[in-house]
């Protein structure tokens, strides 16, 4: 091995963990407008496409996580701690597995109706990619730290007023609903979206732990 290798070896590969991360979040982004667009249209054709389209996003996040994960094994210095790479990697990865479950529970339980919880809750999901992806962008200098403390913020907002929003829709249906077998549909479909923003929260939690350390 030349020393210009084991050179290479031991300076931390910025420029392989924090394009892999900004293009994770940003692939959230794809997976929360296309589950936003699935729970706002009423035309099946586009439900379908948008169910598969999600699906095609969810494929990407793993093969990123996948990378994220390779570089790990293949760097003895990172940009940050391990264990915070590994936890960010796959709160990310979560979020992007539970809004592909929510669309794929959508489909296999042949749900059409658009109800307003479920919309609430999607929207809910987009922003959180949105503020994540946000404060992402900002950890390969964490100059702009107020960025990412900002974001946190907004992100441990929307988790709660998912929280709500699910207490909410699931008292209604059991008060409601008089459906056994849509009660439980229903229940599923809005506990995957609303586990959605807890990893969203996970996430957040992962960055400040990063700044904590870091910044």
Known sequence: MSLNS?????????????????????NLINLGEALNELVHTNDLNRKTELTKSIEDFEHVGDDITHQIFLEMGKNFITPFDREDI?????????????IHGSAARMQLYKITDNTV???????????GCQDLHKAVCELKNL??????????????SMENQADYVFDRAVADLFEYEQDAKL???????????????????DAANVLE???????
């Open 6 to 26: 084991i050179f290479q070896y031991f300076v931390p590969k910025d420029r392989k963990f924090f394009p892999l991360f900004e293009k994770a979040s940003g």
């Open 86 to 98: 590994h936890a960010l990697a796959s709160a990310i990865d979560d979020i992007a597995d539970f």
């Open 117 to 127: 919880p479920v919309q609430k809750l999607s929207e809910l999901i987009l922003q």
């Open 143 to 156: 100059k702009n730290i107020r960025v990412i403390t900002d974001s946190c913020v907004r992100i441990n």
């Open 183 to 201: 009660i439980i549909k229903y229940k599923e479909i809005l506990s995957a979206l609303e586990t959605a923003t807890d990893k969203c929260e």
């Open 209 to 215: 732990t990063i700044l904590v350390k870091n910044a």
